[in-house]
């Protein structure tokens, strides 16, 4: 109760600040302009210690939200954030005047946005600062920031207000900079493939493409149910169809499971889609797409991720599914076959199981409950069942599994891909045996697509 009525307080105090301030100054300021950047500033005047810079009086405007303030009697100390990083800002009365300085002292605060004009300096202790002739409040915040030294530490209250988790933490905006890198070099690795880059619906008359359950919603004018996609695959394939031998998208999919900060119900894939190619070379493509992203988006193809050490610049060992389950998962060579077995390790587990499961959906759920998670290093998981793999060709040698892979990575499944199915009498059977499995209950199970 104390914590909610300090927080009211805190609250309280702020709108009355800013109150006040508003009273006094009635509008909010738009005519400020930054000439630069913090980070531009820091590295242009690198090597101008304090006397060089006080016979330069290099002049500047910067902009940004207030991460710092200390103030001192008649000269202060404030730290302004903008999008490129941190810079100091020194504050007297003397040059502000009196009357803006005590605008200041009494109405700035944590977070508020500001703008600042004046001649850059270095302190005594060596640190490039802004020496302030005017100051301008661009806008108050009634919410104060995260506690300084220990930052936004709540995992809930970061994904949910992740704006707040970029103000107070540098690392979470690296991660933004370094998915915008990777967007872009995901696009210049297929475009100097000649791959086609492509955009198709996202609203389907059939969800298909992946075992997914599907949000679903209504077209008015056509008074008709629709789906969001779980995956793009189906329209790609029809471009390939259209003669587009090379075909890529990257677009967001939506999947009304379950929710986690490993799970997202809409999320960002990249699909790609090559003729004459099979999942022999689709692998291939993978190890050089990921020696490539994480060559320009890291700077080096060896990597730290959550403590594991990663080398991209070597290609993932591949392990067909059936080897895994005695490699990893602990099961004898002789029992990864063995329906009983496989329902024996299920039940001990006490994992939800159907009586209709086959041999290759009990192997797939037995890998995914001791085995996935143990593939830290990249590794190819090869020949998954057929039962689970509506859309992938069979294995010549073995029809009962698919030239299909999945890419795990610490523990996480990155990628999937798999030979196309090129036999469309195969394929409608497949078809039909998910339409059998969603008869019976299976929300992830696909549609039957006719066309």
């Known amino acids: 109760m104390s914590d909610e009525r300090d927080e009211r307080d805190v609250l309280q105090n702020r709108r009355v600040k800013m109150d006040a301030w508003l009273a006094k100054s009635k509008v909010y300021r738009n005519d400020f302009r930054r000439q630069a950047l913090a980070a531009d500033l820091h590295q242009q005047f690198a090597d101008q210690d304090k006397p060089a810079l006080a016979e330069l009086g290099a002049r500047t405007a910067i902009a940004g939200r207030v991460m ?3 103030v001192m009697g008649k000269a202060s100390f404030v730290t302004l954030q903008d999008v490129s990083g941190q810079i100091q800002c020194y504050l007297t009365k003397n040059d502000l005047g009196e009357e803006a300085y005590e605008d200041f002292s009494q109405f700035w605060e944590m977070g508020d946005i500001v703008g600042v004009r004046g001649t850059l300096m270095r302190t005594n202790k060596g640190e490039l600062s802004v020496h302030a002739d005017e100051v301008v409040l661009l806008n108050k915040t009634l919410q104060p920031l995260p506690e300084k030294f220990h930052g936004l530490t709540d995992q809930e209250v970061r994904y949910r207000q992740r704006y707040v988790d970029l103000i107070v933490n540098e690392d979470t905006r690296g991660v933004f900079r370094t998915r915008s890198m990777v967007m872009q070099t995901l696009r210049d690795f297929f475009n100097q493939r000649d791959y086609l880059e492509v955009e198709t619906p996202m609203m389907h008359s059939i969800p298909g493409g992946a075992t997914a359950r599907p949000f679903t919603t209504h077209h008015n004018a056509l008074d008709m149910p629709l789906f969001l996609r779980v995956a793009p695959e189906l329209f790609l394939k029809r471009l390939v169809v259209g003669g587009f031998e090379r075909v890529y998208e990257i677009n967001r999919n939506f999947r009304n499971e379950g929710l986690s900060t490993r799970h997202n119900p809409e ?23 990921l020696a490539e992203l994480t060559q320009r988006a890291c700077g080096s193809q060896q990597i730290v991720y959550q403590g594991i050490e990663l080398d991209f610049a070597k290609s993932p060992q591949r392990v067909t599914m059936a080897e895994s389950l005695a490699r990893f998962g602990g099961m004898d060579e002789a029992s990864v076959d063995n329906v009983e077995h496989l329902r024996h390790q299920l039940e001990k587990q006490q994992l939800h199981m159907e009586d209709h499961w086959g041999l290759g959906k009990l192997q797939m759920e037995v890998f995914e409950a001791n085995v996935e998670g143990r593939l830290e290093q990249p590794t190819y998981i090869t020949e998954y069942p057929a039962e689970v793999s509506p859309l992938a060709r069979r294995n010549d040698a073995n029809p009962d599994v698919t030239d299909r892979f999945e890419l795990f990575i610490g523990g996480r499944e990155y990628a999937n891909g798999f030979s196309e199915l090129n036999d469309p009498i195969d394929q409608a059977a497949r078809f039909q045996a998910q339409a059998d499995l969603k008869s019976k209950g299976d929300n992830e199970a696909m549609h039957f697509d006719q066309d």
């Open 68 to 70: 710092l303030r200390r």
């Open 267 to 289: 999320f960002t894939m990249l699909e790609f889609y090559q003729a004459y190619a099979n999942y022999q070379d689709l692998m291939n493509l993978t190890d050089e797409l």
